[in-house]
Structure formats: structure tokens, C-alpha cells
């Protein structure tokens, strides 16, 4: 049996796998696989009846398969894309942001009456929404407060 | 009924073979596996107690993942050890006698199908091919560059756009990848003496979150193990970018062996 190489058989029994050449058949994935019928992917109960001399009927529950069903394959793949992810997050950042501003603009709108006193709390978001189409961070306190105070400079 | 043991049967040989004395192997009881033969054909099984192996406890035990390791490891050990050096069939986990005799009586009856079961497989081993998409390498979609744009005013549809053309994108690879796998099991099967594909696999079990598109089995004369591993290189890299192949085995043929099922009976 030695001539059938390229496997180094035979001769020797120990029962370590082969080494060199090919890649190890030892993934207990396909191990099973092979071993266990037709295979690990089917989920459920395998029934092991060969023969009909009398035998022990087994059925095998397979644990790790039980978690395949849940998901089809390829379906949820993507939603551990980092980009789309990433454009998850900003979606929520940016709704927090509008509902933020949306309060203080209402905030300011009840306040609409009121003079001088209140206008650092109140004025300030609803100019920096006048002048800038976009909510943007840092700026927008600075742009205001800036305006703010020019604006107090000149008052009469 | 009570008995001291039962007989695990781990493949069945040519008994003209000079075939390694699997007496110096362990089973998956830590048993030593020995011999039966019957009329030119050989058993090789071993004694299991049935306190681990009657149908309740061997339940039980395949419930936990530990032993069903060990006793599988165990039971490919002692069949590639056979299948490498004599003609064997590799029977499947668990395939339980309540006695020799059972197995021997197994043997006579069906003695031309394993027969030729064993003529099938001679000097033959089984190769597998797994093929994965691959999203690492995936070239950058025209899509995906949107994602810097900020859309005005409307970043919600933009989002569901998004998310859309992503989803169509990875939907488009994932096609050209299966048809690709279809491809290569192809060329493989003409190749092979025999191909069969098995289930794909999920990303729990293989460990690799790329989705599997191929799966295939192929058996192979060993004189021409090197021109499959060779055609198999050529395949791979004509398909690199979009799919990831590779290579187990070889394995001893257990895909490819049908046991002859019953003579009527069931």
C-alpha cells in the first residue's frame, strides 16, 4: 500500500493525523459532517438506522445546529457592515440633535415676550437656526454667542 | 436485557488486505477495536459498555459537546488509520450492534454489496472544497461612496436608500459568487471519480462570517491527488477576488459510501 503516496501511510499506526502537504481534515465542523450523516446543517433530530439486523435507533440532537435555523444565510450579513453601521449611528445622533433643537425653539418661541433678561438662554438657538440651514456642532454656540454680543453692543 | 457490552462498528475492510492491527488504536470507549471477519471480509468494531452507550445515555452524551468531540475524534482516528492503509468503508458515528454476532450475521448477508462498495472506493480518498464569498475583498461599490455625501435635509431616505443599494449589492455578490461555486464544483466533479455537495454550512458553525456558497465532497484515485489539488489552485485564483476556496482532506470516503440498505425487511 506504501506505492499509493503521496500519503505517508501505512508502516507506522500512530494515530496522530498526517502531516505535510494537504491541510488537516481537523475541523470538528466537517468532522461531524462527514462523521454524522448527512450532516450538522440539518437541523432537528438524525436518525441513525442502518440495516435492518437489529440495532440501536439513535436520534442524535444536534446542538450546534440548532442555532442555524434562526438566520437564512446572507441575510444579516450586512448589518455588521461597518459603513452601514456607522450610518446607524449618525441617524441617531442627528435625530437627538433636531429634537433637541426642536424643544428649544419651541422653549423660545413661548418666551417670545420676554426682553433682555433671558435673551443668552433663549435667543441663541433660535438665531443660530436662522442663520444656519444645518444643525453643526461646535460652531453654532460661538457663531451665536459672537452675534449675540454684537448684537448687544449696537442695541439702542 | 442486560449486557455486558455493545459492538461499535467502525468500518468494514477486504479481509484479503494486510491491514494494520487495530489493536493498537483507542475507540471511543478507550476500547481496543479488533477483528471480525466472515468470509473474505472484515469488521473492524470494538466493545462499548452499554452504561454510555445504550440509546438513553448515548443521548445524553451527544448533548455535551466535550464527549461528542473525543468520541468522534476517536472514531475518524480508527477509520483513517484503516482507510489510509487498506481499502476500508468508513461507517458512520454510532452505528451500534448489540452483539458480534449481529455484526457478523450483517456481513454475511450482505457480503457482494460491500463488495463492491469496497471495489467503488479502492485506492480512492475523499477531498472537500469549501468555497466562501468573500466580503473582504469585495471591490468598493459606487453605492457605498454615497455614504460620505451628506444628502440635504432628507437623511432618513437617504439612509433607506442606502441601505437598499447595500443590500442589492450584497445580494448581486452573493449570486456571482453561487454561480461561480457552481463553476468550480463543476470542473471538480469532471475531475473527480465522484462529487457530492453537502449542506452549506452556517457562520455559527464554521466560524467564519463570509457566507458559504460551496460545500462539495470529491473522490479522488490517489494517483491523482496532485492534478485535483492542482486543478483546484488553478480554480482558485481564476475566481480570487470574489471567492475564497479551500481545501480539507483527504478524508476517508465517507461521503461516498452507501451501505447496502435491507433486502426488503423494514
Known amino acids: ?156 | 436485557m442486560t449486557r455486558d457490552a455493545y459492538t461499535w462498528l467502525y468500518a468494514i475492510a477486504s479481509a484479503a488486505d494486510d491491514r494494520p492491527d487495530p489493536g493498537r488504536l483507542s475507540g471511543v470507549a478507550g476500547e481496543r477495536p479488533r477483528l471480525l471477519t466472515s468470509e473474505g471480509l472484515a469488521a473492524v468494531v470494538g466493545s462499548v459498555p452499554p452504561s454510555d452507550f445504550d440509546a438513553t445515555a448515548l443521548q445524553q452524551h451527544l448533548q455535551d459537546p466535550a464527549w461528542l468531540e473525543a468520541a468522534v475524534r476517536a472514531h475518524h482516528r480508527v477509520v483513517d488509520v484503516l482507510a489510509q492503509s487498506s481499502h476500508a468503508l468508513p461507517l458512520r458515528f454510532a452505528t451500534l450492534y448489540h452483539d458480534d454476532q449481529r455484526v457478523l450475521d450483517l456481513l454475511q448477508q450482505h457480503r457482494r454489496a460491500f463488495q463492491a462498495a469496497l471495489e467503488r472506493i479502492a485506492g480512492r480518498m475523499e477531498w472537500g472544497v469549501k468555497g466562501y464569498l468573500d466580503t473582504a475583498h469585495r471591490p468598493p461599490d459606487e453605492d457605498a461612496d454615497s455614504t460620505g455625501t451628506p444628502s440635504p435635509g432628507r437623511p432618513g431616505t437617504a439612509y433607506l436608500l442606502r441601505r437598499r443599494a447595500a443590500r442589492d449589492q450584497a445580494g448581486r455578490a452573493l449570486d456571482d459568487a453561487a454561480e461561480r461555486a457552481g463553476q468550480i464544483h463543476r470542473r471538480l466533479a469532471e475531475y473527480a471519480d465522484e462529487a457530492t455537495e453537502h449542506p452549506l454550512q452556517s457562520a455559527e458553525m464554521t466560524a467564519v462570517r463570509d457566507p458559504m456558497v460551496l460545500n462539495g465532497a470529491y473522490l479522488v484515485g490517489r494517483g491523482r491527488a496532485q492534478g485535483f489539488t492542482d486543478l483546484l489552485a488553478d480554480l482558485r485564483q481564476a475566481h480570487a477576488p470574489a471567492l475564497r476556496v479551500e481545501l480539507t482532506g483527504p478524508w476517508p470516503p465517507y461521503s461516498f459510501v452507501e451501505l447496502p440498505t435491507t433486502d426488503g425487511g423494514r
Open chain 1, 1 to 156: 500500500m506504501s506505492d499509493l503516496s503521496p500519503w505517508p501511510t501505512s508502516g507506522s499506526l500512530s494515530a496522530t493525523p498526517r502531516t505535510g502537504g494537504p491541510p488537516q481534515p481537523a475541523n470538528l465542523a466537517d468532522l461531524l459532517e462527514r462523521v454524522l450523516d448527512k450532516g450538522i446543517v440539518i437541523a432537528g433530530d438524525i436518525r441513525i438506522n442502518l440495516l435492518d439486523i437489529e440495532l440501536l435507533t439513535i436520534k442524535i440532537r444536534l446542538l450546534i445546529a440548532s442555532v442555524d435555523r434562526a438566520r437564512e444565510m446572507g441575510i444579516d450579513w450586512w448589518e455588521h457592515d461597518p459603513s452601514l453601521s456607522s450610518g446607524q449611528r449618525d441617524l441617531a445622533l442627528e435625530n437627538r440633535r433636531l429634537r433637541e433643537r426642536l424643544g428649544e425653539l419651541e422653549a423660545a418661541r413661548t418666551d417670545a415676550a420676554t426682553e433682555d433678561g433671558s435673551r443668552t438662554g433663549t435667543e441663541r438657538p433660535a438665531r443660530s437656526a436662522a442663520t444656519r440651514p444645518k444643525p453643526t456642532r461646535s460652531g453654532t454656540t460661538g457663531t451665536s454667542g459672537t452675534s449675540a454680543s454684537r448684537r448687544k453692543g449696537t442695541a439702542p
